[in-house]
């Protein structure tokens, strides 16, 4: 693998340096002044702001590097990673958008609360919190792999850049300026992958030769992936799309319900191009670095290209890690200080605002510590989106099968998926399972039990 000289390197982190300084000081100008500009952008963003702003943190720095990533070892079946989101956020628009905004809240815990009461949305805001706060650990240390790659950087000096820069982002900004910047960022990560994509071809001199020489399975519908997985990644995407804090929060954000559906719409469109280009890149990888370290899959091309393209792509890449961190950590801020903060210590607008830009630092660089622990990218990213399923699971009850739906099973249904999830994952998924079934029919099981134990009761009691 080429290595960049010490004038290249100097050349893209100038290019880096003055996009970030660009795009930090549109983040300030476009910044809301009002806890309400910060939180849902006051309800004023257009469709095709919020359209690629939903469809930005689903290209990010887990998608970019994690599917790469699978592609480079198990095949472009690696690409259903991101493709689920197509089917993702088409039924999101059809089936969930119109009653979360509806519900007049920025936060799913909000929705729930009106479904199910007090205490079932605290336990959905801690369970989101948590997955939430995983997304942003692997965001660090996806987003830290790029910079790697790009400077030549040990891990964890990059992994503090990223958490610096992502922070000042949100942290003047709010929903917002984010989602006026992500244009900007999803426009650069966009065609960042596609010149990528281009140099990789470029590389392998076509795409007839990768495939005569890598074993079949690269290019199957399944490859070493697997159905089952691919069911999995599907179930969960749909799951976490439906359940997710700071999807719901720009949803939130849309001028009315039916330019919401629009850019939910919008949004899938965009990822099937997507998709299929970082898988190839992944296996291109695989063709022509055989040996190296599968995290650096996607990345590696930048050694290969002019210096002026590779600081291009560098800055793209970089973009999504910048997005990804601040979206999530908005999410992350906007749970903690609507469900807590806010009922516990009741602020006027200005303290609000001030205790959410404090509480955005903390959640800024707390990954900070968790991040080196990060596992496989593309698994925790999916386990977290498990997790958040079972949300999705639950909603879906108290929407349409109320029959079903009480405070106490869905409590049980909540707490008692977490932990069953949680531990299936760090067991490895025993018996080849996967956690994210567990996230599926885990609660739909701990429900029913519920219901059934209340009506034995009940008919006791009677007789």
């Given at each position: 693998?080429a290595?960049?000289?010490f004038?290249?390197?100097?050349?893209?982190?100038?290019?880096?340096a003055?996009?970030?300084?660009?795009?930090?000081?549109?983040?300030i100008?476009?910044?809301?002044?009002?806890?309400?500009?910060?939180?849902n952008?006051?309800?004023?963003?257009?469709?095709?702001?919020?359209g690629i702003?939903l469809?930005s943190?689903?290209?990010?720095?887990?998608?970019?590097?994690?599917?790469?990533?699978?592609?480079?070892q198990?095949?472009?079946?690696?690409?259903?990673s991101?493709?689920?989101?197509?089917?993702?956020?088409?039924l999101?628009?059809?089936?969930?958008?119109?009653?979360?905004?509806?519900?007049g809240g920025?936060?799913?815990?909000?929705?729930?609360r009106q479904?199910y009461g007090k205490?079932?949305?605290?336990?959905?805001?801690?369970?989101?919190?948590?997955?939430?706060?995983l997304?942003?650990?692997?965001?660090?240390?996806?987003?830290?792999?790029?910079?790697?790659?790009?400077?030549?950087?040990?891990?964890?000096?990059?992994?503090?850049?990223?958490?610096?820069?992502s922070?000042?982002y949100?942290?003047f900004?709010?929903?917002?300026s984010?989602a006026y910047?992500?244009?900007i960022?999803?426009?650069?990560k966009?065609?960042?992958?596609?010149?990528?994509?281009?140099?990789?071809?470029?590389?392998?001199h076509?795409?007839?030769?990768?495939?005569?020489?890598?074993?079949k399975?690269?290019?199957?519908?399944?490859?070493?992936?697997g159905?089952?997985?691919i069911?999995?990644?599907?179930?969960?995407?749909?799951?976490?799309?439906?359940?997710t804090?700071?999807?719901?929060?720009?949803?939130s954000?849309?001028?009315?319900?039916?330019?919401?559906?629009?850019?939910?719409?919008?949004?899938?469109?965009?990822?099937?191009?997507l998709?299929?280009?970082?898988?190839?890149?992944?296996?291109?990888?695989r063709y022509l670095?055989?040996?190296?370290d599968?995290?650096?899959?996607?990345?590696?091309f930048m050694?290969?290209m002019?210096?002026?393209?590779a600081?291009?792509v560098?800055?793209?890449?970089?973009?999504?890690?910048?997005?990804?961190?601040?979206?999530?950590?908005?999410?992350?801020?906007?749970?903690?200080v609507?469900?807590?903060?806010?009922?516990?210590?009741?602020?006027?607008?200005?303290?609000q605002l001030?205790?959410t830009?404090i509480i955005g630092?903390?959640i800024g660089f707390?990954?900070?510590l968790f991040a080196?622990?990060?596992p496989q990218?593309?698994?925790l990213s999916f386990f977290?989106?498990?997790?958040?399923?079972?949300?999705?699971?639950?909603?879906a009850?108290?929407?349409?099968?109320?029959f079903f739906?009480?405070?106490?099973s869905?409590?049980?249904?909540?707490?008692g998926t977490?932990?069953w999830?949680?531990?299936?994952?760090?067991?490895?998924?025993?018996?080849?399972i996967?956690n994210?079934?567990?996230?599926l029919f885990?609660?739909?099981?701990?429900?029913?039990?519920?219901?059934?134990?209340?009506?034995?009761?009940n008919?006791?009691?009677e007789?």
């Amino acid at each position: 693998m080429a290595a960049l000289e010490f004038t290249d390197k100097i050349i893209i982190l100038s290019i880096i340096a003055i996009y970030i300084l660009a795009t930090g000081y549109l983040s300030i100008r476009w910044s809301g002044k009002t806890n309400e500009d910060y939180m849902n952008a006051s309800k004023s963003l257009p469709t095709f702001v919020l359209g690629i702003f939903l469809m930005s943190e689903y290209i990010g720095a887990q998608s970019t590097i994690g599917t790469s990533q699978t592609a480079f070892q198990s095949g472009i079946a690696a690409s259903w990673s991101v493709l689920a989101a197509v089917i993702g956020f088409t039924l999101y628009g059809l089936f969930f958008v119109k009653r979360l905004y509806n519900s007049g809240g920025f936060t799913i815990s909000n929705a729930i609360r009106q479904k199910y009461g007090k205490s079932t949305a605290l336990i959905v805001s801690v369970i989101m919190i948590f997955a939430l706060f995983l997304v942003n650990v692997n965001n660090y240390m996806s987003g830290a792999s790029v910079i790697v790659q790009i400077l030549g950087i040990k891990l964890p000096t990059a992994m503090v850049i990223v958490g610096i820069v992502s922070t000042l982002y949100f942290f003047f900004g709010g929903m917002k300026s984010v989602a006026y910047v992500s244009i900007i960022h999803t426009f650069m990560k966009y065609v960042g992958i596609l010149v990528i994509l281009a140099v990789a071809l470029v590389m392998s001199h076509g795409i007839h030769p990768i495939i005569t020489t890598l074993p079949k399975f690269y290019f199957s519908f399944t490859g070493h992936v697997g159905l089952a997985t691919i069911i999995g990644w599907i179930l969960t995407t749909i799951g976490a799309i439906f359940s997710t804090q700071f999807l719901v929060q720009a949803i939130s954000s849309a001028k009315s319900q039916k330019s919401a559906q629009k850019a939910s719409y919008l949004a899938a469109a965009l990822f099937i191009p997507l998709g299929l280009a970082i898988g190839l890149i992944g296996v291109a990888a695989r063709y022509l670095f055989p040996h190296m370290d599968s995290l650096y899959a996607l990345p590696v091309f930048m050694s290969h290209m002019n210096v002026w393209m590779a600081g291009f792509v560098a800055t793209a890449l970089v973009a999504s890690v910048f997005v990804s961190v601040s979206t999530v950590a908005l999410g992350l801020v906007s749970l903690i200080v609507d469900d807590f903060y806010v009922p516990m210590r009741k602020p006027n607008s200005k303290q609000q605002l001030y205790a959410t830009r404090i509480i955005g630092v903390i959640i800024g660089f707390l990954p900070l510590l968790f991040a080196f622990m990060t596992p496989q990218v593309l698994a925790l990213s999916f386990f977290t989106k498990a997790i958040r399923m079972s949300i999705t699971v639950v909603a879906a009850v108290g929407f349409y099968s109320p029959f079903f739906a009480d405070t106490k099973s869905a409590n049980v249904a909540l707490i008692g998926t977490a932990v069953w999830s949680t531990t299936w994952y760090i067991l490895g998924n025993p018996l080849g399972i996967d956690n994210v079934y567990i996230s599926l029919f885990a609660p739909l099981i701990f429900m029913a039990i519920c219901k059934l134990f209340d009506l034995i009761t009940n008919r006791r009691k009677e007789a």
